[in-house]
């Protein structure tokens, strides 16, 4: 069963940091591009961050120099670093595959909130 478990999201001012981690079972996870996403309020979901299955990464442009995301083959976890955050960050953080049509399931999120 595919499931996608986020978690680290938090209230936090501007400038601060998160670490925001996904736990991935029912893949077969080393293959597999994965990708960071979010949705705001009011808005379409966006991509955030990939990272292909040999660790190649892209970033939204937003975020460019912000953000980092990491992937633990061995553990079946995906990472996305967040520094010097921004209200206009805040969203509900998801992880999935990359394309996320293939398995067509999300987990529940985790919720960044960045206000003063």
């Known amino acids: 069963q595919v499931q996608f478990v986020e978690s680290g999201g938090a209230l936090v001012q501007p400038g601060g940091s998160l670490r925001l981690s996904c736990a991935a079972s029912g893949i077969i996870f080393n293959i597999r591009n994965m990708g960071w996403f979010r949705q705001a309020p009011g808005k379409q979901r966006e991509t955030v961050a990939v990272i292909t299955n040999g660790g190649l990464t892209s970033y939204i442009e937003s975020m460019q120099g912000r953000v980092t995301v990491s992937r633990d083959n061995a553990n079946k976890m995906v990472y996305l670093q967040m520094n010097d955050l921004k209200p206009e960050d805040t969203a509900v953080y998801y992880c999935?595959?990359?394309?996320?049509?293939?398995?067509?399931?999300w987990g529940r999120g985790t919720q960044v909130t960045v206000s003063s």
């Open positions: 999935n595959v990359v394309p996320a049509t293939l398995f067509n399931i």
